[in-house]
């Protein structure tokens, strides 16, 4: 039963609701504005809102620079790849503790997430010792272990809870018909399991793409993805304000709708399902 | 319905991610506590030798530790008031019936989602600057004296720039439980004649608790940690105004090389971590049975 609500009250909610919300958004729309403004007009006083020559420059400019698109790359393969690698980790991990649990299962899982909890800068020095050592200082293939180690106990976790909601009857049943296991696995399992492995990867490729503090520390100029690029131009010759509007733009834009079409899953892996 | 042979297995399932895991765990971290314990500065290799707790005593009387540490309290605390109380209204807000709450709701969640480097430089830049920025101009438009905000007040700044990315995960996360609240439940109570007030602060508010604790913890985990912000807006600066336990292991270790002292550090910032973590792991562990 839906509680009666006044227009007059339904509409001053939505006044109010509509300021806050733009208020909110507002950094974000006044970014994706100045990239469409030249440099002139991005600093002027009082500023330009919506009445300016709109002009595509900017991007074209940024994207002249191959780098960008350099840096774009890394972000994505260090994402996509860390995220997948966990994955590949995970899945049986998380599989084994959903549906063969022992009396230690839950012992495991909260050391995993305990690891997460560890601050990065109490390995800082260790790891880019071993890194400078070894040679992946400043190379994708080191970022993406290191992610995919930051990740994995959230991986884990997602998954474990999203496989913890298969229920077991429906294995037994199929098994008692006589489905063999390879059979199992493919019609009765998988398709089960697909939405919860889908989520997780979303949310991991969400976190990897927006870290920044491994992708500060540990690259320069080679394998820096997009949040290590951005930063470099906090220097003040590099101090363009329509140009950094457009190349943040672009470096938001994806994740944000991927993001937005995530935000249910976001809740419940975030929070391991802890609020509903 | 496990057999021998199906425990056989799922642990040999589980292996390759808790050798990982601990891999990563033990071996960093084991490292970090020995450097702790040693004179060991990277522009003088070969002159490492045994410290004892010399570096811990060297870190925790450092008159920058106080610092570091009153303002990574200020920057949890200060982050936490805004975005747990401004996502509580906001969650209130979002709750009601209103036209295009679906934009407005994604509207509201964005910032979550732009990185911290973006974020930061936006704000400094577009937003706070003196001469340029849009505050500046708001304030002249009103006749005021714009701000100088990471001059006059930096910590502050860097605040407002990290509760605008926190606000939306507070936000999200509240109004996700609000929605799960039985309305007949608010119904009845005013029906019994609740006021607004009461219906609140007697039914919303315990039913919202578990999940402004999981806020909280969450985001303490990760504010303990926020680097990118800083490091972009102010470099710790002005002096160490803002400068923050992670922010002070950074500069020791890559810009010292004082791998001893920062080692220290490092095992103070997990010290300080474990104390959060023990409580949100008792939390989430509660919600596995």
Known sequence: ?276 | MATLQTRASARLMMTPAVVLLLLWMAVPLGMTLYFSMLRYNLLMPGMEEWAGLLNYRFFLTDPAFFTALANTLLLVGGVLLISVGGGIMMALLLDQPFFGQGLVRLMVIAPFFVMPTVSALVWKNMLMHPVNGLFAWIARTFGLQPVDWFAEAPLLSIVLIVSWQWLPFATLILLTALQSLDSEQKEAAEMDGAGAVSRFIHIVLPHMARAITVVVLIETIFLLSVFAEILVTTNGGPGIQTTTITYLVYVQALLQFDVGGASAGGIVAVVLANIVAIFLIRLIGKNLD
């Open chain 1, 1 to 276: 039963m839906a509680r009666a609500v006044s227009t007059r009250t339904k509409l001053s909610f939505t006044i109010l609701g509509w300021l806050v919300g733009f208020l909110i958004f507002f950094p974000i729309l006044w970014t994706v504005l100045t990239s469409f403004k030249t440099e002139g007009t991005a600093i002027a006083t009082p500023p330009q809102f919506l009445f300016f020559a709109w002009t595509a420059e900017n991007y074209i400019e940024v994207n002249a620079r191959s780098d960008y698109f350099k840096h774009f790359a890394n972000s994505v393969i260090i994402s996509v790849g860390s995220t997948l690698l966990g994955l590949l980790i995970a899945i049986p991990a998380a599989w084994a503790m959903a549906f063969s649990p022992t009396k230690r299962t839950k012992d495991v899982l909260l050391w995993m997430l305990s690891t997460k909890m560890l601050p990065a800068v109490g390995v800082l020095v260790p790891i880019y010792l071993i890194f400078r050592d070894s040679g992946l200082l400043d190379t994708r293939l080191g970022l993406t272990v290191v992610l995919t180690m930051t990740n994995l106990p959230i991986i884990v976790w997602m998954l474990y809870t999203y496989f913890r909601e298969i229920p077991g009857d429906i294995l037994e049943a199929a098994r008692m018909d006589g489905a063999s296991l390879a059979k199992e696995i493919v019609y009765v399992l998988t398709p089960m399991a697909i939405p919860g492995i889908a989520s997780t990867l979303l949310l991991n490729i969400i976190l990897a793409w927006n870290e920044a503090f491994w992708t500060l520390n540990l690259t320069a100029a080679k394998a820096a993805p997009l949040t290590a690029f951005i930063a470099s131009y906090s220097s003040p010759e590099g101090l363009f304000w329509a140009k950094l509007s457009a190349a943040s733009t672009l470096a938001i834009a994806p994740i944000l709708i991927l993001g937005w079409f995530s935000q249910r899953q976001l809740v419940r892996g975030l929070t391991f399902g802890a609020v509903k």
